[in-house]
């Protein structure tokens, strides 16, 4: 089975800050790659598929970047509805596995 | 619009089984697959398989099989899965999520999720 390490696994920052979650694999996953945003008592949301793309409907200062076994999502301009925990998932091959998840707190 | 309607909460003795539905709407029921994900309190998630609802052809993440099926019924365009042999450790929150493996290739769209709870 392919791991996903995700880090750091939480992170405190202020709104207006730009962060970085970073998700490694440990094979190549060929830009299989999603991440999801969960915000507590919610059903996670797709944020990003094929490790570049955003979703339908999210925001642009979303990106996400990468190729073989490192892939990160980046946040720019921090805004106080993007608190929550994020996560990644691969696609290449099952089980489709998630990373460890990051939680992204106010400061 | 795109809505997957998980059926409610459950609370279940040790060595049950119960049997957990998604019904889809907005979308052609045959057209995504279907994915069934675990996370257990306050942890990540665990996929734990999915199926495909115009075969009914299945993948399963190893550690599910024997604890998990999936089955669909077509005609109401509903997605279920029945876990079995319950102990604590399967008490979790279950998501139902669906893939468009045309586009996303990822999960687009999740149901609210159903608490399942396991204790006598």
């Known amino acids: 089975d392919i791991q996903m390490t995700q880090s750091p696994a939480s992170l405190s920052v202020s709104v207006g800050e730009t962060v970085t979650i970073t998700c490694r694999a440990s094979?190549?996953?060929?830009?299989?790659l999603a991440w999801y945003q969960q915000k507590q008592g919610k059903s996670p949301q797709l944020l990003v598929y094929a490790a570049t793309n955003l979703a339908d409907g999210v925001p642009s200062r979303f990106s996400g970047s990468g190729s073989g076994t490192q892939y990160s999502l980046k946040i720019n301009s921090l805004q106080s509805e993007d608190f929550g925990s994020y996560y990644c998932q691969h696609f290449w091959g099952t089980p489709y596995t998630f990373g460890g998840g990051t939680k992204l707190e106010i400061k | 619009e795109v809505q997957l309607q998980q059926s409610g909460p459950e609370l279940v003795k040790p060595g049950a089984s119960v049997k957990i539905s998604c019904k889809t709407s907005g979308y052609t029921f045959t057209e995504y697959t279907m994915h069934w994900v675990k996370q257990s309190h306050g942890k990540s998630l665990e996929w734990i398989g999915g199926?495909?609802?115009?075969?009914?052809?299945?993948s399963y993440n190893q550690k599910f099989k024997g604890k998990a099926t999936l089955t669909v019924d077509k005609s109401s365009s509903t997605a279920y899965m029945e876990l079995r042999s319950l102990t604590s450790e399967d008490s979790a929150v279950y998501y139902c999520a669906s893939m468009d493996t045309t586009a996303t290739d990822a999960m687009d769209y999740w149901g609210q999720g159903t608490s399942v709870t396991v204790s006598s």
């Open positions: 094979e190549n996953i060929y830009s299989n």
């Open positions: 199926i495909n609802p115009n075969n009914g052809g299945t």
